[in-house]
Structure formats: structure tokens, C-alpha cells
């Protein structure tokens, strides 16, 4: 029975219970640029980038159709260092999107975004404006409680080349994640590939080893009942041999 037990666990690390997975785009901060923006497959796709945020924006790019909606936020991992950290999340786009976006009349932002603009572009900044500290929201999957921070949540009214940027007003230096999309589309090949690697990149980012020293035993666990099984077979058959050879001596 116990040889099927410690599989399951295993696995039930790696899947998210009722849970909002995002898939994990991997980053290493070079993206500090409209040049180096980070691509953003599909912006419906709900995908996630875990990021350190240091002296220069981080810039992420996509490509939207007319009628796409756009959902992103900011949230921070719960670490005391970390709880006054608010870093301030621009959309950029072309100037005909954000005429539209005027009619909508979209609230808790402003045109303070201090950094160039691609000709023909303009930004809408959303920063943080609530209590400190904010709301927790606790993530199944990555098992990692992190304080909210602002969101964007509109529908894109022109087709276009768009970019999120992230970046802090007051030059604060700090650990978030990003999320963009809301539509969660993974395969069964992810469940061993991207999810694990997800898990493990959860532990790194929110600073918190426990359960990966919990895997770690698991699975130094499954290779010592693999050992022990292949020892007792080794066993069983040099018995067996001693036995007929035994047998024949005898006879």
C-alpha cells in the first residue's frame, strides 16, 4: 500500500486543489526596455512573472485584437521587508486606444509615467491607493500568501502592439508578481513540466524552503523503497539459488 502512498503525495504538491494557476514565464530582469520588453504569448491567457524590481522599469509586450480584454495586477509576497512596497503599474498604448479608453472613464489612474514613450503612444499609470497594510490572498497551487496591490481589468477597443510596465516612483526596490490574462489554459504535458517548475520557482520567490525540504525527504523516501526492493529481490533470488544448488548437493 505504501508503495502508492508516497507517489500521490508527490504528486499533490504539483496540482493545484481549487485552485488559480497561472503559467509561469520564466525572467531574468533583462527586460528593461521597449527593445527587450518580455513577449506575453496570448494577453487572455492567464500567465505569471515573478520579478524583482530594482532601479529600472520592467517593461512585458503583447499583441491584442480589438475587443481582447485585459486583466493584470500586481501582488507582493508577504515578507515584512516588502509590506510598504508599491510599485506603480502602467498600460501603454496607442493614442486612438486611449481616446477610447477616456470614454470609458477608467478611475484610479493618471498620465504620470516619467519614462519615453514610443512615438504615437501614451500611458495610463495605476498605483496603489488602499490601505497598508493591504488585503492577503493565499495561492493554492504555489501555497504562498502574498498582500494585494492594484489591478487592471478593461477591454481593448483597437488592435495593436501594447506594453505593461512596472516601476516604482519612489525608487523602491522590491520582490513581486505580475499577472496577465485570466483565462487558465494548460495541458496534460504541463502537469510535469511547467507546474513543477512553477512549484519550485513559488518556493525561491516567496523565500520559504519548508516544503521543499518535505519533497526532498519524499522523494529521498521513494528511492530508498525502490533500494529496498531491489535489495529484498537480490535476496529472495540468492536464496532461491542457494536453495536449489542446496538441492542438488544433497541429492
Not at 502592439?161 to 504541463?190: C, P, Q, R, W
Not at 516567496?206 to 535489495?231: C, M, P, W
Amino acid at each position: 500500500m505504501y508503495k502508492f502512498l508516497i507517489p500521490l503525495i508527490v504528486l499533490a504538491l504539483f496540482i493545484p486543489s481549487d485552485a488559480f494557476a497561472h503559467k509561469l514565464i520564466p525572467t531574468d530582469g533583462s527586460n528593461i526596455d521597449y527593445e527587450s520588453a518580455l513577449e506575453i504569448p496570448d494577453p487572455v491567457i492567464s500567465w505569471a512573472m515573478y520579478e524583482k524590481l530594482e532601479a529600472q522599469p520592467l517593461y512585458y509586450k503583447f499583441e491584442a485584437e480589438k475587443g481582447d480584454r485585459l486583466f493584470s495586477s500586481i501582488v507582493i509576497p508577504k515578507l515584512e521587508p516588502l509590506e510598504d512596497f508599491t510599485p506603480s503599474l502602467a498600460l501603454i498604448g496607442p493614442e486612438t486606444f486611449l481616446e477610447l479608453v477616456d470614454e470609458l472613464r477608467v478611475i484610479d489612474s493618471s498620465r504620470d509615467f516619467a519614462y519615453p514613450l514610443p512615438e504615437g503612444y501614451t500611458a495610463y499609470v495605476f498605483d496603489y491607493v488602499g490601505q497598508i497594510p493591504s488585503s492577503e490572498f493565499y495561492e493554492p497551487f504555489g501555497q504562498v500568501t502574498y498582500w494585494e496591490r492594484q489591478e487592471i481589468d478593461l477591454q481593448l477597443e483597437a488592435p495593436g502592439t501594447y506594453y505593461v510596465v512596472v516601476f516604482d516612483k519612489n525608487g523602491s526596490s522590491g520582490k513581486l508578481a505580475l499577472a496577465i490574462g485570466y483565462i487558465e489554459d494548460f495541458s496534460g504535458s504541463d502537469f510535469t513540466t511547467v507546474l513543477p517548475a512553477a512549484w519550485l520557482e513559488s518556493r525561491y520567490f516567496s523565500e520559504d524552503f519548508s516544503q521543499l525540504y518535505i519533497l526532498v525527504g519524499v522523494i529521498s523516501g521513494i528511492f530508498a523503497l525502490i533500494g529496498l526492493g531491489v535489495y529484498r529481490k537480490i535476496k529472495k533470488n540468492d536464496n532461491q539459488y542457494y536453495l536449489a544448488n542446496s538441492s542438488k548437493t544433497s541429492g
